[in-house]
T-cell receptor
Framework: RKEVEQDPGPFNVPEGATVAFNCTYS??????FFWYRQDCRKEPKLLMS???SGNEDGRFTAQLNRASQYISLLIRDSKLSDSATYLC????????FGTGTRLQVFP | GAGVSQSPSNKVTEKGKDVELRCDPI?????LYWYRQSLGQGLEFLIY????????KSGLPSDRFSAERTGGSVSTLTIQRTQQEDSAVYLC???FGTGGDEQYFGPGTRLTVT
C-alpha cells in the first residue's frame, strides 16, 4: 500500500463550483501534513499546511482526520487559475508526496 | 531574494553517458533534497542533506546515482551510465530546516536519455 494515496482525477468543474479532494495516508506516526500545488511543467509550491483543528485560507480549507487517516482540501468559488495538480504531502522524517489530483476549471 | 536554481534546465544525453545536475539552494537553508518526477507521476524522493549530517540516500534507485553537497551549499546529482528509464525531471528543493519546514523547489532539470 502506498504511504499517500490520492484520486488522480481529473476533476473537471465549472467556474464558481466547490470542489473537494481527499487524500489517505498509511503512516499513523505522520506529524504534519501539507497541500502543495503544481502547475503544468512547473515546480511544486506550498499551498497550505494542514492542522489538526483544520485551517482556512481564503477560498481554501484544509482538514485533517487522524482517526480515519485522511486529509482533505476544499476549494470554494473555483477560478480558472485554480487549474493545477494538488499534491498531498505528509511528513514523517521527510516529506512524502502523493501523486496528485488534477483539477481543471472551465469557463 | 533568489530562489533555488538548477542547471542545466534541459539535458539530452545518449544512453551510457554520465550526467551531472546542479542545484543552488536558497542561501541559509540547511536542508537540500533531490526528487525525480517522471511524466504524469508523483515526486520520487532520491536523497536529502541536512547540515553536516550523513545524507539520507534511501531513495536512490541504483548505485549509478550519487550526490554530494559541497560546503553545505551547492549540490550535484550524478547519474552514471544513463539508461532510458532515467529520463525524467529532476527537482531540487531546499528548506530552512527539516521535517515540517516548507520546501522551496527549483525549476528542475529535464533529462532525456536517447
Amino acid at each position: 500500500r502506498k504511504e499517500v494515496e490520492q484520486d488522480p482525477g481529473p476533476f473537471n468543474v465549472p467556474e464558481g463550483a466547490t470542489v473537494a479532494f481527499n487524500c489517505t495516508y498509511s503512516n499513523s506516526a505522520s506529524q504534519s501534513f501539507f497541500w502543495y500545488r503544481q502547475d503544468c511543467r512547473k515546480e511544486p509550491k506550498l499551498l497550505m499546511s494542514v492542522y489538526s483543528s483544520g485551517n482556512e485560507d481564503g477560498r481554501f480549507t484544509a482538514q485533517l482526520n487522524r482517526a480515519s487517516q485522511y486529509i482533505s482540501l476544499l476549494i470554494r468559488d473555483s477560478k480558472l487559475s485554480d487549474s493545477a495538480t494538488y499534491l498531498c504531502v505528509l511528513n514523517t522524517d521527510k516529506l512524502i508526496f502523493g501523486t496528485g489530483t488534477r483539477l481543471q476549471v472551465f469557463p | 531574494g533568489a530562489g533555488v536554481s538548477q542547471s542545466p534546465s534541459n539535458k539530452v544525453t545518449e544512453k551510457g553517458k554520465d550526467v551531472e545536475l546542479r542545484c543552488d539552494p536558497i542561501s541559509g537553508h540547511t536542508a537540500l533534497y533531490w526528487y525525480r518526477q517522471s511524466l504524469g507521476q508523483g515526486l520520487e524522493f532520491l536523497i536529502y542533506f541536512q547540515g553536516n549530517s550523513a545524507p539520507d540516500k534511501s531513495g536512490l534507485p541504483s548505485d549509478r546515482f550519487s550526490a554530494e553537497r559541497t560546503g553545505g551549499s551547492v549540490s550535484t546529482l550524478t547519474i552514471q551510465r544513463t539508461q532510458q528509464e532515467d529520463s525524467a525531471v529532476y527537482l531540487c528543493a531546499s528548506s530552512f530546516g527539516t521535517g515540517g519546514d516548507e520546501q522551496y523547489f527549483g525549476p528542475g532539470t529535464r533529462l532525456t536519455v536517447t
